[in-house]
């Protein structure tokens, strides 16, 4: 079960909805594939059909860019294989390409009404707060 969430600003007019967590289906990454960014499909498949997988992780997750600081959510990948090898996916920010930080252990334990420690992206005021929580499958 995957939580999702409304988050608003107090002082603009910036909203933003996101969730994280697995749902009821995902219970094989090989059927996820379609989720991962097209450029990490082929060889994710290939790890999973050729070696050895010892241990995989897979969710969504919220994340925010390290520069100009926009909130969005990625299905996150962790796959170690063979040797101690690993295959995990990375984001970079669609807007201006920097580097997405995982904000999401932060998001997972919100409650209605709270407000979000970081600024926000659309006016840089401490003013985002939860407006709605969701449960999604």
């Not at 897979?58 to 962790?78: E, I, P």
């Not at 990375?90 to 409650?111: I, W, Y």
């Amino acid at each position: 079960m995957g939580l999702g969430y409304v988050l608003a600003c107090d002082r603009c007019n910036y909203s933003f909805e996101g969730r994280t967590g697995k749902g009821m289906m995902y219970y094989d990454l090989n059927k996820l594939i379609p989720m991962i960014h097209y450029t990490r499909r082929k060889r994710l498949q290939e790890i999973l059909d050729n070696h050895q997988v010892n241990h995989t992780d897979f969710d969504h997750r919220v994340y925010r860019c390290t520069k100009c600081l926009r909130l969005g959510t990625r299905f996150y990948v962790n796959v170690e294989y063979d040797n101690n090898q690993t295959f995990e996916t990375v984001f970079k920010c669609s807007k201006c390409k920097h580097h997405l930080e995982d904000v999401s252990t932060l998001f997972n334990h919100l409650d209605f009404k709270e407000k979000i420690p970081f600024k926000c992206p659309n006016c840089l005021d401490f003013s985002l707060g939860v407006t709605d929580l969701i449960m999604w499958d």
